[in-house]
């Protein structure tokens, strides 16, 4: 698997983008969004149960990631036609405001080295790269829980510092960098 200080792989992948007629599908690639921060978090499969607690949830913290420069983008193993049926028909998912990517050849899966070893699906995956595509954080969790959205926009804030964070740092608190410095 892929991890810090990794850049994350060169990717083109079919985005489900819209509910609306001839703007529902977009070609997606790293170059995209090219000199922000990448939020890209995987799932194991469209029309499931913790799934879409997880996006929704991505979706209501949309304008932090934006504030932040950032640019959400989700990703699964399924087609953009399976990500287009499941917004249309839940509820929580028809406003997506980020890109659902399709990656039924599990080419990005792969290079990011998320893929269940038996299920064949990508595990509940986050990672934050820097606007030059670096990956500054990872975290996998098992297919039965699901992740902290608060965390990943928690995780961001500190990193966007570029100082030394603690253990529970909020943004807006002292950073250990600052500390150290009125100490000196």
């Given at each position: 698997m892929l991890t810090v200080g990794d850049k994350l792989p060169n990717f083109k992948l079919k985005g489900t983008v819209s509910?609306?007629?001839?703007?529902?599908?977009?070609?997606?690639?790293?170059?995209?969004?090219?000199?922000?921060?990448?939020?890209?978090?995987?799932?194991?499969?469209?029309?499931?149960?913790?799934c879409p607690t997880e996006i929704a949830e991505f979706g209501k913290h949309n304008k932090d990631f934006q504030d932040r420069d950032a640019q959400v983008l989700g990703l699964s193993t399924d087609s953009e036609f399976v990500h287009h049926a499941w917004r249309t028909h839940h509820p929580d998912l028809?406003?997506?405001?980020?890109?659902?990517?399709?990656?039924?050849?599990?080419?990005?899966?792969?290079?990011?080295?998320?893929?269940?070893?038996?299920?064949?699906?990508?595990?509940?995956?986050?990672?934050?790269?820097?606007?030059?595509?670096?990956?500054?954080?990872?975290?996998?969790?098992?297919?039965?829980?699901?992740?902290?959205?608060?965390?990943?926009?928690?995780?961001?804030?500190?990193?966007q510092t570029d100082e030394l964070c603690p253990c529970n740092w909020q943004k807006g608190e002292e950073t250990l960098t600052t500390k150290l410095q009125k100490a000196g």
């Open positions: 509910l609306e007629k001839n703007k529902e599908f977009q070609d997606i690639s790293n170059d995209t969004y090219k000199g922000k921060w990448t939020v890209l978090f995987a799932w194991p499969k469209d029309f499931t149960f913790i028809k406003n997506l405001p980020f890109p659902m990517l399709a990656d039924i050849k599990r080419e990005l899966s792969s290079a990011l080295g998320i893929l269940h070893k038996e299920e064949g699906v990508a595990l509940r995956a986050t990672f934050i790269a820097d606007p030059e595509g670096i990956i500054r954080h990872v975290s996998v969790n098992d297919l039965s829980v699901g992740r902290n959205v608060k965390e990943t926009v928690r995780t961001l804030d500190a990193l």
